[in-house]
């Protein structure tokens, strides 16, 4: 394993991660599984271990590397200053070339489905994506996980294998669960992964200790978040949907502005049928500013309480 | 040790909660200490029913099960030594309970430490041991260490706020023990004797616990020290005055320099520094408490002293203090910082002199020590900066660390005062504890007859800390 040179130089660094586990509770993926190996730490780890001889390369440990949705929380909150995402970024580049077989969370395009309109090359902000001998092609290593291929996609022909909570479908079950389980529940705030969600994220409450109003759900980028799963949260019986995105200026994947042209169309629609267009609100937070996520949440809270339960869905 | 039964675990757990390949196991074969090894399997219970099952079957195999939280801890508590099964018990990670008119909380094992406090703080109330590491810390880890942190000085450690707790056993048995109440008299208080036994008693799987009011009103003082000793006799005046800080903390420069380069708070790079917090419900109760500070501070030569009751800035300020310990790695790009001679209490009046003695000892064996702490409670943090590639480095470690704990010994201090003992205290704390060391494997004999509860740490711990597993470090030989 020559390739491992690439990690060797790491080395130095990985002996100054101290193993305190404080980049636990910035994770997404982490929280999602709450297996140690998913987190940033578990994977600084697994390196020292493939640097050791203690771990072997495999599969299993390559698609681990791959597992992140480069938020670069983990990097940001590290007080002992480790580079975390350039050291991923060698080891990713290793495992490729050593021919391991690598998908994590990287984008990947059904060919049976693809319709080869090349909107998802196009549309990629990180040129993540060619059109190779007549089918998509994704580079994992420019790949960032957020989804804007899966966006544009009209095909459904694009997806993100293990989502970590925050595919649509995850996504929709976790909002009717929220539903049928609290009487008191009135809101969804999607909070896109490079935004502020809270940390209380790795503790559940007892059914009969609470009755919460909001439920917060991760997104990855807010500009995945598509209009059916908004509609969808509306007749679980929803009174509204806040969408809390970074400052359009921050979105590295042009997310927010899709999010908010997106919600605003959605706002007109509804408008159109009746209903009031405040129930679905988009709002830029920026990352650690948890006072404003805060304050957002309790305004548009206050003003969908004015509102009332919606009239559609399963719920008043 | 007979071989585990993984087909087994998944029976009791379920598939998804059993991990065995080695990528999964050499992550969870170690924690924030300087040690790793092996285990044989992972397994993620999800209720108390699994946990007793467990145990039925490991008893009956006599297989190692270690019962493990997030694994912040600094001195291998969680490291299996002997192998066997880790109990990752953030499965069990529920709020099950919260009584406001009876002050108490019933939490699941799992549950992190900041998320109960967000749940309690609609609530007007705290959980009062506030370690720094109340981001990643689980209740069922504070509280097999007794864990506490920089309010245990006014509030107490997690063994102040624990009323009862239900333990499965490792026969399988779940007991309920202590009460529900603020007071109980009669009997062996089993509760209490849980908390600070790392694992080594049974398993955690529900804990009721004691919360506090949240003061309406906090004011954070900061006064700046030329000599560790003047900050030292500050502290021990200011503990014998009467003053009832809710903060303490002592951060000497290395310290200091290090939460700069990686928090920027922009701490005044002195010699020593201290900081003081004083809360409660008006500023009449707290303002009394602050000119004390002053004063003694002042008598003692601290200058530069400022107050703030700005929420703010003692936020920014608690928040960088609480990074201190992954800060120290930024202070010097050549070192790493390593948990050895991690914590240690000591009489408030020997502070100063402690922290003159981890520096004379650093200096002596050509490694960097930075000496600060919850000094209110009497609590000295420090860690051992050095090049952990060399081996002779981890000789001068091993000498640092003994010559460290046989001075805190000498002056009536102890081995751990908040973050447990684990395997790379085991040697100062069996020193310390000679002469009740049988009593307490026979305590073990009665709880746990096979010895399969986390073997190996406490009384059981090695004599040597290098040699007692796998560094997590590559050391060479080159010097």
Redesign the interface.
Known sequence: MTQLAKLEKWKGTLNKCIRCGYCYEHCQIYKSSRWEIDSPRGKLILLYGLLSGEVEPSDYVANKLFECFHCNRCQKACSSGVPIQDVYADAREFFLESGFDVVGTTSQTDHDLCARCLNCVRMCPHEARSFVDGKIVTDRLKCQSCGSCLDICSEKAVAIGRGFGTNPDELQRSIKLFFTQNSNAKAIVFSCSWSTFPGFQTANFDEQEADPETLTLVTVCSGRLNSQTVLETLLQGAWGVLICCCPESDCAHGGSGRAKARMNALQKTLEEIGIDPRRIQVSEVAQGNTKLFSETTKKFMDEISDLGALSIGGKQ | MNSVNIAKLKEIVGAENV?D????L???G???SVH?AMPQAIV?PQNTEQVQELMRYANSEKIPVIPRG???GMCGQVVPVMGGIIL?M??M??????NTPDGYCRVQP???D???N??LKPHGVFYPPTPA?G??ATIGGEIANNASGTRAVKYGAARDAVLAMKVVLANGDCVSLGSNTRVASSGYPLERLMVGSEGTLGVIVEATLRFVPIPKLRCLGIAKFNTLAEAGDAISEIMGSGCQPSMLELIDKIAIVAANK??KLGLPEVEAILLFEADGMAKETIDPEIEKFQAICEKHNGFGLEFSYDEKERARIFAGRA?L??????YDERL????LADDMAVPFSKMAETAKKIHEVAQRHGLVMTAYGHCGAGCMHTKILMD??KDFQWEAARQAVAEIYDYVRSVGGTTSAEHGIGLSKAAAFKAEKATTLELMRGIKKVFDPNNILNPGKLMDGPDDWVEATRL???VSKAG
């Open positions: 991990r390949n080695k990528a999964d050499y992550v969870y170690s924690d924030a790793e993620r997030s694994g912040s990752d953030k499965g990670n529920r709020i099950l309970e919260i799992g549950v992190v900041n998320d109960l967000a749940a590491s981001v990643v990686a928090e990074k310990f992954p800060s120290l790695s930024k790493a910082s390593t948990s952990t590639d997590r470090y590559q």
